[in-house]
């Protein structure tokens, strides 16, 4: 065999960081190593994987042509290990959700997924739609749970579960009292948004796309949390999930607004990389996701 699976976990975590450095330190090896690594692999097969563009590698066709043959047998590889080491479970799974997701919904998930497998180790990242995504599609994160459309065909995306924004205020607001609002009272109000980007702002643009223009959008914060605050101080209105503003509903800390025509339905998706191999760790994830153990509870 001409080229080794060290070679092969160089050349990937060179291509996810764009940088040797960065790709060697998170292999915990010698840059000099992982540079060794990644020229004998070149030449032995007399093509070049990255352009170099200054201090950043980026993957040229050839590179990008390896690159999910490359993940797919380290995958195979790393399972072949645990079977070998006699590990049970189904191992390793890098699991990426935006913040209403991530910070409501992956966590049970996760507790039922470590209850059946309590070996198996989880890496959860937390960032907007577009984030996320990016990383599937480069093969940093194994799955993702997302809350905003999107176009990439390279990425699987499956149909999970329905979820509705919610516009919000202070119970202080002017507009708190009001069982209906009309557009003249959209456009009057201060809005606290989610940033661009992120699947909430994607939904909210989309239903409220004639008034846009003319709305006053006066602060977009990424985390959802600090929105509510900003809301409860009587900053303007808010629109998010109603998984981010359940207790605080509950509570009376902030009151549900409903507007004339405004419908604000969306769906949760799960991606996966299309060419990425699908671990036992992926498909057991699936498999939970749409399990009715894994949305019991779940509002």
Not at 66 to 73: C, D, F, G, M, S
Not at 111 to 127: D, F, T, V
């Amino acid at each position: 065999m001409r080229y080794t699976l060290r070679q092969l976990e160089v050349f990937l975590a060179t291509a996810r960081q764009q940088n040797l450095s960065k790709g060697a330190l998170s292999l915990a090896i010698s840059q000099s190593a992982a540079s060794d690594a990644l020229k004998e692999l070149e030449h032995q097969f007399d093509l070049k994987l990255f352009d170099r563009i200054g201090k950043r590698l980026q993957l040229n066709d050839n590179g990008r042509l390896l690159l999910p043959k490359a993940e797919e047998l380290l995958n195979r590889a790393l399972e072949l290990e645990q079977s070998l080491a006699h590990q049970h479970g189904p191992g390793t799974l890098k699991v990426g959700a935006t913040l209403s997701i991530g910070n409501h919904l992956c966590i049970p998930l996760i507790e039922l997924y470590r209850r059946e497998y309590p070996q198996s180790k989880i890496n959860l990242e937390i960032g907007n739609t577009e984030s996320i995504s990016a990383k599937v599609a480069s093969f940093e994160l194994d799955i993702g749970l997302i809350e905003g459309d999107i176009n990439d065909p390279h990425l699987e995306i499956i149909s999970w579960r329905d979820d509705d924004l919610v516009i919000f205020a202070s119970p202080d607001h002017p507009l708190a009292n009001k069982k209906l609002l009309g557009a003249t009272d959209l456009v009057k109000a201060n809005w606290i948004l989610r940033e661009n980007g992120s699947g909430t702002r994607q939904t909210f643009n989309r239903v409220m796309h004639e008034l846009l223009p003319r709305l006053n959008v006066v602060l977009e914060i990424q985390q959802p949390e600090a929105i509510i605050q900003a809301v409860k101080s009587g900053m303007g209105l808010g629109c998010l999930s109603q998984l981010s503003l359940h207790e605080h509903l509950r509570r009376g800390e902030l009151v549900k607004l409903a507007a004339r025509a405004l419908v604000f339905r969306r769906k949760f998706y799960l991606i996966m990389h299309r060419q990425k191999f699908k671990s036992a760790a992926m498909k057991h994830w699936l498999a939970l996701c749409h399990s009715p153990a894994g949305k019991a509870g779940l509002p």
